[in-house]
């Protein structure tokens, strides 16, 4: 005989449905030390996990103020790249990271102080008001 099904109550998947997520730091204004290749590598992958725009400055001088949305880590800084949107050109564009000299955290972070748990619980309050026809929506961005 197979191995049963483990039955879980509602409440129980509920639980598990609300488990911690990561801590998240604000990280708004952050200008990293690029003291190393791994350094600038860190650096990047927190810039891509940011939910704001960030600005790099290219080692021409060039700052591009971006929302890095896809990053390609290779085996050397020429091989590795970030992909972005600008506010101001609506197509994808990239730059190696061996271009990069410095990053900064400039942009709001959109999502900063706002948690699933939080949604969750507003979700519930309204449902035990008796509100119908809702759902989990997000905020709207300022």
């Not at 039955?7 to 990293?32: C, F, I, M, R, S």
């Amino acid at each position: 005989m197979g191995a049963e099904a483990q039955k879980y109550t509602l409440d129980q998947v509920e639980a598990l449905e609300l488990a911690p997520g990561a801590e998240q730091h604000n990280l708004e204004g952050w200008v990293p030390a690029l003291a190393s290749d791994d350094d600038l590598r860190r650096a990047l992958e927190t810039a891509f996990d940011y939910r704001g725009n960030v600005t790099l400055t290219l080692r021409s001088g060039e700052l591009i103020e971006a929302y890095i949305f896809n990053r390609q880590d290779g085996a050397t800084l020429a091989d590795s790249y970030v992909q972005y949107f600008t506010p101001s050109a609506p197509e994808k564009r990239r730059v190696s990271y061996a271009e990069i000299a410095r990053i900064e955290f400039t942009g709001k972070d959109c999502a900063a102080g706002k948690q699933w748990e939080d949604w969750v619980r507003k979700y519930n309050e309204r449902k035990a008001a008796g509100e119908k026809g809702i759902a989990l929506h997000p905020e709207a961005l300022d």
